[in-house]
């Protein structure tokens, strides 16, 4: 079965340090990934899609097949990336969004 | 200007009732969608409806039923509510059905059941 697997549910890091969300899935075949994002008081939004390869809000996510993972990464973490993160995995072209666990991003000033 | 919109924001009702959530989009999209996210903040899709056909129905019990009038709307009605069904109900929706269009998402509807 397809599965979503985010392993930390809190990451607590100092203003300016480098994030790292970790995110694998379980899936055979060509998988469409993505990152939502939840600010605090604010909607569930898209952050980035993995075929896009783009750049937002200076994070950037890439996929690797061999080790099934779509790690979201940012370079300088700033105070306003505090915010819960979903890894998402639509297998079946769909829209049928399999979410992960969610982790809690907390950057401390 | 509300994209998708939900109501009502905050419901609580007893076991066994009946109740319903609605929703709205004005994007003009095609397909709408209804996620449960539980006390552990897990999000899990229930239905989803493309041009009012029901193209994904997880295993959710048939107490809760999705109906859509038309393409804007997506309400989804549970009957005999129980303990457990007490959870954020989120609805989205997206200008296709398919995986490479972005779902947008309604603030959430708090259900209690006490």
């Known amino acids: 079965a397809q599965r979503v697997t985010q392993p930390e549910k809190l990451l607590s890091v100092f203003k300016g340090a480098p994030v790292e969300l970790k995110c694998n899935y379980s899936?055979?075949?060509?998988?469409?990934l993505f990152w939502y994002v939840q600010y605090s008081r604010q909607r569930l939004q898209l952050l980035l899609r993995h075929i896009s390869r783009e750049s937002i809000k200076g994070f950037t996510a890439d996929l690797n097949k061999g080790e099934t993972s779509f790690h979201l990464k940012k370079p300088f973490a700033q105070e306003e990336d505090s915010a819960m993160y979903y890894c998402a995995l639509d297998s079946s072209n769909t829209g049928k969004l399999i979410f992960g666990q969610g982790t809690t991003l907390q950057v401390k000033p | 200007d509300t994209a998708v919109s939900q109501t009502p924001k905050y419901l609580v009702t007893q076991m066994g009732n009946d109740k319903s959530i609605k929703c709205e989009q004005n994007l003009g999209h095609d397909t709408m969608y209804w996620y449960k996210q539980d006390s552990k903040k897990f999000l899990k899709i229930m239905f989803s409806y493309n041009n009012k056909e029901l193209i994904i129905n997880e295993t959710v019990p048939n107490r809760f039923s999705p109906k859509s009038p038309d393409k804007a709307h997506l309400n989804l009605h549970i009957n005999s509510l129980e303990l457990g069904d007490s959870a954020v109900y989120f609805c989205?929706?997206?200008?296709?059905?398919?995986?490479?269009?972005?779902?947008?998402f309604g603030p959430g509807t708090r259900l209690t059941v006490t």
């Open positions: 899936y055979s075949g060509s998988p469409e």
């Open positions: 989205a929706s997206s200008q296709g059905a398919g995986g490479l269009y972005e779902q947008y």
